[in-house]
């Protein structure tokens, strides 16, 4: 406790800057993952080419991942970008199998009402099968702000400042309290980013919050299946 | 370019290859690690994922337990044990069963909920007993699950365990963490090559393991119904319209 109180100011200029590292993969990450998920649920053979190389992507470790960023950024090796775009990359391979589940979650029946009541494709992918399928695309999106939290913790390891740099200086100077205040700050900042998700989902999707027998157990089917890895 | 060829040559180079600092013998102490890890994980998450599962009892702390451990940093939890039990394996070795027990612990519960309730009902209409249903129908149909989150466990692991090194608990992360020190890119590419081609080819060997040991008959259940059904009761099928209520 007394490390943590003459240390308050180091700990929440960190926690600035691991948040700063984390918030665009976050977003980016999503934003890349709409298309790519809608592209990988409309067809079937591109489902199985897209989700194959996205879990291979997945698959490469961290820090490996970090070491071969400046080579194919051509970034300085210290560059937070390395670790930025690295993270966007984990993102994605985590993202799109969400939205791919979320839009093929989306009722058939109504997006043939859609079309019947002279919706065009455009229209109908932003007005019915994006909203519809909000609850899943939320579900994966909080896994990846989880997850994405916890990583950028490894950037410290290669010279990218974040809360980590509280692990390795704590290691470096065996200050165990110094190394715990490093993990309850990164488990805040998930919560935080947690339940800010959640509340941009009752801001966004108000009606989820009624409907919740079937697309619950969709969304809480989807969670387990990004968990496991299961599924095609 | 260049820096890639450098890093394949340190790989090639033979006073890197073999003895007790070699890359074969890290990389074989990764392995170690890994299947080490998974199998104690495996030994405390498959019985209680099983008894989660079976009763559906605790099923939401188990959600919950899984899904808040990825925001848990493995590299703090990894240099706090490191700080109690000194630096060397052990550490290490803590810090990813603690890793490898959630997915295995989600793929267990999960494959024991995929089961089809009606199955269950009739394996116990047919006179089984609760072992029998749990040894005979659940287990086998919920192993695609099962092993579905033990590989995502080794994948995991195999990944986390480069940060081993960091604690002097060896593997191939050693490399890593030595070449930074020296800024020697060339070893610290080359370490992360084979960090990398050991993940892919564990990957591969377990996407084909996870076809093989399904039983036949069994089928991963796809989200079928979540793609085709109605979420509303179809007129057709039944709710009659009822007047004067």
């Given at each position: 406790?007394?490390?943590?109180?003459?240390?308050?100011?180091?700990?929440?200029?960190?926690?600035?800057?691991?948040m700063?590292?984390c918030?665009?993969?976050i977003?980016?990450g999503?934003?890349?993952s709409i298309p790519?998920?809608?592209?990988?649920?409309?067809?079937?053979?591109?489902?199985?080419?897209?989700?194959?190389?996205?879990?291979?992507l997945?698959?490469?470790?961290?820090?490996?991942?970090?070491?071969?960023m400046?080579l194919?950024?051509?970034t300085?090796?210290?560059?937070?970008?390395n670790?930025?775009?690295?993270?966007?990359?984990?993102?994605?391979?985590?993202?799109?199998r969400?939205?791919?589940?979320?839009?093929?979650?989306?009722d058939?029946?109504?997006?043939?009402?859609?079309?019947?009541?002279?919706?065009?494709?455009?229209?109908?992918?932003?007005?019915?099968e994006?909203?519809?399928?909000?609850p899943?695309?939320?579900?994966?999106?909080?896994v990846?702000s989880?997850?994405?939290?916890?990583l950028?913790?490894?950037?410290?390891?290669?010279?990218?400042?974040?809360?980590?740099?509280?692990?390795?200086?704590?290691?470096?100077?065996?200050i165990?309290?110094?190394?715990?205040?490093?993990?309850?700050?990164?488990?805040?900042?998930?919560v935080?980013?947690?339940?800010l998700?959640?509340l941009?989902g009752?801001?966004v999707?108000?009606w989820?919050?009624?409907?919740?027998?079937?697309?619950?157990k969709?969304?809480a089917r989807?969670?387990?299946?990004?968990l496991?890895g299961?599924?095609? | 370019?260049?820096l890639?060829e450098?890093?394949f040559?340190?790989?090639?180079?033979?006073?890197?290859?073999?003895?007790?600092?070699?890359?074969?013998?890290r990389?074989?102490?990764?392995?170690?690690?890994?299947f080490?890890?998974?199998?104690?994980?495996?030994?405390?998450?498959?019985?209680?994922?099983?008894?989660?599962?079976h009763?559906?009892?605790?099923?939401?702390?188990?959600?919950?337990?899984?899904g808040?451990?990825?925001?848990?940093?493995?590299?703090?939890?990894?240099?706090l044990?490191?700080?109690?039990?000194?630096?060397?394996?052990?550490?290490?070795?803590v810090?990813?069963?603690?890793?490898?027990?959630?997915p295995?612990?989600?793929?267990a519960y999960a494959?024991f909920?995929?089961?089809?309730?009606?199955?269950?009902?009739?394996?116990?209409?047919?006179?089984m007993?609760?072992?029998?249903?749990?040894?005979?129908?659940?287990?086998?149909l919920?192993?695609?699950?099962?092993?579905?989150?033990?590989?995502?466990?080794?994948?995991?692991?195999v990944?986390t365990?480069?940060?081993?090194?960091?604690?002097?608990?060896?593997?191939?992360?050693?490399?890593?963490?030595?070449a930074?020190?020296?800024?020697d890119?060339p070893?610290a590419?080359?370490a992360?090559?084979?960090?990398?081609?050991?993940?892919?080819?564990l990957?591969?060997?377990f996407?084909l393991?996870?076809?093989?040991?399904?039983?036949?008959?069994?089928?991963v259940?796809?989200q079928?119904?979540?793609?085709?059904?109605?979420?509303?009761?179809?007129?057709?099928?039944?709710t009659?319209?009822?007047e004067?209520k």
């Amino acid at each position: 406790m007394r490390w943590l109180e003459s240390n308050l100011g180091l700990v929440w200029d960190l926690m600035l800057t691991h948040m700063s590292l984390c918030i665009p993969p976050i977003i980016i990450g999503f934003l890349i993952s709409i298309p790519i998920g809608w592209i990988a649920n409309r067809y079937r053979l591109t489902r199985g080419v897209i989700l194959v190389v996205l879990g291979l992507l997945y698959t490469i470790p961290s820090i490996p991942l970090f070491i071969f960023m400046p080579l194919i950024l051509g970034t300085p090796q210290l560059s937070s970008l390395n670790v930025v775009v690295a993270l966007t990359i984990y993102a994605v391979a985590l993202m799109v199998r969400s939205a791919s589940d979320g839009l093929g979650s989306v009722d058939k029946d109504v997006l043939q009402a859609a079309s019947a009541m002279g919706y065009s494709g455009w229209q109908r992918f932003w007005r019915v099968e994006l909203p519809l399928s909000g609850p899943v695309l939320l579900a994966g999106l909080r896994v990846v702000s989880a997850s994405t939290v916890s990583l950028a913790t490894i950037g410290s390891v290669i010279g990218v400042t974040s809360l980590g740099y509280l692990f390795i200086n704590g290691l470096q100077r065996r200050i165990p309290a110094e190394v715990l205040t490093g993990i309850v700050s990164v488990l805040l900042i998930a919560v935080v980013f947690d339940l800010l998700l959640v509340l941009l989902g009752r801001l966004v999707l108000p009606w989820s919050r009624r409907d919740r027998s079937v697309r619950a157990k969709t969304v809480a089917r989807s969670r387990t299946a990004v968990l496991t890895g299961a599924g095609s | 370019m260049n820096l890639i060829e450098q890093g394949f040559a340190w790989i090639l180079d033979p006073e890197n290859i073999s003895g007790p600092s070699g890359w074969v013998a890290r990389l074989l102490e990764q392995l170690a690690y890994t299947f080490g890890a998974v199998a104690i994980a495996a030994v405390i998450a498959v019985p209680l994922g099983y008894l989660v599962g079976h009763t559906g009892k605790g099923r939401d702390i188990a959600v919950s337990l899984s899904g808040g451990f990825r925001a848990l940093p493995s590299l703090g939890l990894l240099i706090l044990l490191a700080l109690g039990l000194g630096i060397g394996f052990r550490a290490p070795l803590v810090t990813f069963v603690i890793l490898a027990i959630p997915p295995i612990l989600a793929g267990a519960y999960a494959g024991f909920e995929a089961v089809d309730r009606r199955t269950i009902d009739a394996a116990r209409a047919i006179g089984m007993t609760e072992w029998q249903v749990v040894t005979r129908v659940e287990v086998p149909l919920g192993l695609p699950l099962l092993i579905g989150g033990l590989r995502s466990s080794v994948l995991q692991v195999v990944a986390t365990a480069t940060l081993a090194g960091y604690v002097a608990g060896g593997a191939l992360g050693a490399f890593i963490f030595e070449a930074f020190a020296l800024r020697d890119y060339p070893q610290a590419l080359g370490a992360s090559i084979l960090v990398t081609a050991l993940a892919l080819v564990l990957e591969g060997i377990f996407a084909l393991l996870q076809k093989l040991v399904v039983p036949r008959g069994v089928v991963v259940k796809e989200q079928r119904e979540v793609r085709s059904r109605s979420s509303r009761t179809r007129a057709v099928m039944g709710t009659p319209i009822r007047e004067g209520k």
